[in-house]
Nanobody, 122 residues
């Protein structure tokens, strides 16, 4: 079993900043990509940003230049630094990880966190 535990959500005013953290634990051989998705009320879940084990990052267009993603491989942790937040960033943010749980036998898991609420409002 692999678990993802998120932290760092909350209420912030427009233009403010928040930092989300997500730590993986459990039966982990190596984690491939880690990332963040979000789901606003009445909308589909969408990718916000992800980062590969080699450090390659990908962002959805609406957050480019405002959000930064990073990871600490030794700690199995991914961070999302969110600056210049806007009301349209309000959503539940979910951590996601592609985990190789074992080599023999080969077991690959896609794991989700429980979600953390980010609210941007004045």
């Amino acid at each position: 079993q692999v678990q993802l535990v998120e932290s760092g959500g909350g209420l912030v005013q427009p233009g403010g900043s928040l930092r989300l953290s997500c730590q993986a634990s459990g039966s982990i051989f190596v984690i491939n990509a880690m990332g963040w998705y979000r789901q606003a009320p009445g909308k589909q879940r969408e990718l916000v940003a992800n980062i590969t084990i080699g450090g390659i990052t990908n962002f959805t267009d609406s957050v480019k230049g405002r959000f930064t993603i990073s990871r600490d491989i030794a700690k199995n942790t991914v961070y999302l630094q969110m600056d210049n937040l806007r009301p349209e960033d309000t959503a539940v943010y979910y951590c996601n990880a592609g985990v190789v749980a074992s080599i023999l036998p080969f077991r690959y898991l896609e794991v989700w966190g429980q979600g953390t609420l980010v609210s941007v409002s004045s």
